[in-house]
């Protein structure tokens, strides 16, 4: 013990805060997977499902709200602003705060008609937009930790609300008639009580209400991004408000929970990313670009080695997050977890449209991705039921992948000629590899001496690999280290 604090003790600030933040992240999404335990058995599948449209909802109308500032222009811009970050912080919240009024008095004098299309009441719209304004505000506020690496106070933060929010959300639920109802103003009185106090402390410093400027810029900045957010959020939404719309709000529960532990794996894509992305930068710049393929083949490889377990293990966390009634969810989750790997490819390929800032590449990628999505869904969730949205999820974030893929291929030869970044027959041997041993996987879910074997194998692979699988992980952390030296 003592040599693992005097290991980490030796670490300079930047990489002890690099990690702390990261654990902050993982806490803030973690939240959502321990809690669907507990939801599933309080809530029958027609309310999950209603929760699932919920949280569809607030991640599409975010888009127009917030337009996600907080986590797009802001950070830019608070370098852009340096010499004034108090009076930047303190403009963009009251922007925020700003924007949320306004949008909210467009819903209020309609809102019949936005709640019918919607599909939520009055109540539940309310608790939304408090949950927009609380998500932006703890966005602002954590950048500006990130900044001065106070990893101290926003672990703080994060641990309090991250154990607030689900005792009050269960309180609320066993206490209202409408669960629902329950559930979504537990989150938004949570977000209330912990981040107020952020929002008062970044006002009453920078004491700026409003700036012709910081408005203009960050305004001029957003907007223009607003297509590539809603695409986003429509490629990883449009299915369960579809689902609801098209079949009813018990099978959108069943695809709501698949769909939530299906993501699980993001976390790891999160803690790899954050550690690669600057280190690929640094290394476009400097014209590193065989170190980048030498990390980025044994990263995909990875990525899906752990999807892989995920998907061999499933009907295990389905009978873990749920009750029986959400069993015939296992069918589902295979290729919604065969997503995750391309959503972190993806990634892999978009960087070089943000170094070379080719934002029409990513809105195009983006929207190609989302309109296939939605046609996709409505022609055969009619057809094959909710079980139909797993794969066109799959395959849109297949096309997404490709799309992005041949983007960087294009811009290689406009900016770095004769250069090829990643081998084609390489990427496509990867995730050929990864679908096939997927589907085989899910065969496994009738035979299950065939699947506990398999368990067993992988375990005895993992122990004899062990050496090799810890000196990648040192490797993704050095690329960290590295970048913050």
Known sequence: ???????????????????WFLICTIIQRSISIITTPIYTRLLSTGEY?????????????????????????YPQAFVKFEDKRNQYSSAMQCLTLTLVIVWGCLYYPFRSWWNELIGLNTSQMVAMFVVMWANAVFGFWSVEQQFKYKYRVLLFVTLIEAFFQPVLCVSLILIMHDKITGLVWGMALAMLICYSPLFIQQVRRGKVF??????????????????????????????????????????AGIYTLAYSI????????????????????????????????????????????????????TPELIRVFAPSSYSSAIWVMPPIIMSV?????????????????KKVYVSAATMTGAVLNVILNYIFIKKYGYYAAGYTTLFCYMV??????YFQVKICKE????????????????????????????????????RYSLAVLVAIVIVILRKKIIGFVKTIISKKNLEQK
């Open 400 to 405: 997404f992948a490709i799309t992005h893929y």
């Open 210 to 251: 409003f700036s012709k400027k910081i408005w203009s810029y960050s305004l001029g900045f957003a907007i223009p991004l607003i297509p590539h957010y809603i695409s986003s959020v429509v490629l990883n939404s449009s299915d369960r408000i579809m689902i609801q719309h098209i079949i009813g709000e018990d099978q």
């Open 49 to 73: 499902g209603r929760y699932g449209v919920f949280t569809s909802w607030m991640g599409i109308l975010t888009c127009f709200v917030t337009m996600y500032i907080y986590s797009g222009v």
């Open 1 to 19: 013990m003592y040599s693992i604090i005097k290991k980490y003790n030796s670490f300079s600030l930047q990489v002890r805060a690099s990690f």
């Open 341 to 357: 790997f391309f959503m972190f490819s993806y990634n892999l390929f978009s960087l070089f449209e943000f170094y070379y800032e």
């Open 262 to 313: 299906s993501i699980c794996g993001t976390l790891i894509n999160q803690a790899v990313l954050q550690s690669l992305q600057p280190w690929i930068l640094q290394s476009i710049k400097e014209k590193r670009y065989q170190e980048i393929r030498k990390v980025a083949y044994p990263s995909l490889i990875g990525i899906a080695l752990i999807n892989l377990v995920i998907i061999l293990f």
């Open 415 to 450: 900016e770095i000629p004769n250069v090829t970044i990643y081998d084609p027959r390489i990427l496509f041997c990867i995730s050929v590899s990864f679908l096939c041993m997927g589907f085989l996987l899910m065969l496994t879910y009738y035979h299950e001496i065939i």
